[in-house]
């Protein structure tokens, strides 16, 4: 495997900061290539050596950050509820402006349904309807309730400044996964 130069990791890099920071301030359909070459110092033909346009650009960066959550979901799948959120809920403090800005942007509304997407796919294995507290249940009715109470979840915690701390957002969403799916 051919190791990427730094100066272009560095650019791309840059370049994705620049883009989460200007949805931050306006609406995405504001954003120009040249908005985002300014603000991540790159001429604009450095942005189309990497990406052919801004939603290019705006989709590679969902489809990182979900795969990066399905990874961590691949490494926690021996974890509780609660330990395996930590896990999110670390990752979304780390991800700060790229989560808060994707979830609160009405310019944004494909990185909410692939990541309501991806909680449904993560939680599939964990719902029982033959046995138990959830016989009888429709299961796709269970995956969208409890996925949309998670992306709900951390909605809500970006919109009030992440008042609770990921450990508590963890260990609280931990429990009523817990206390219904299992």
């Known amino acids: 495997m ?18 989460t920071e200007l949805m931050a301030e306006k609406k995405f359909d504001d954003i120009t290539i040249q908005n985002i070459a300014d603000r991540a110092d790159v001429n604009r ?28 979901c691949q490494s926690a799948s021996e974890m509780t509820f609660k330990e395996g ?25 494909y990185f909410r349904s692939r990541f309501l997407e991806l909680v449904v796919e993560e939680y599939k294995p ?8 959830n016989q009888g249940l429709d299961e796709a009715v269970i995956l969208q309730f409890f996925a949309s109470a998670m992306v709900g979840s951390v909605e809500w915690w970006f919109k009030n400044g992440m008042s609770q701390s990921a450990q508590v957002m963890a260990e609280q969403t931990g429990a009523l996964l817990d206390r219904n799916l299992e």
């Open 2 to 19: 051919s190791k990427v130069d730094r100066r272009i990791i560095k650019s791309q890099e840059a370049i994705k900061k620049a883009v």
């Open 45 to 72: 033909g450095t942005i189309y050596l990497h990406y052919m346009d801004k939603y290019d650009l705006l989709d590679k960066m969902i489809e990182e950050h979900i795969n990066n959550l399905r990874e961590l």
């Open 85 to 109: 959120n930590y896990v999110w809920f670390e990752y979304f403090e780390n991800h700060y402006l790229f989560f808060s800005t994707m979830l609160a942007s009405k310019g944004a509304p």
């Open 126 to 133: 964990e719902v029982d309807t033959f046995e138990g507290k």
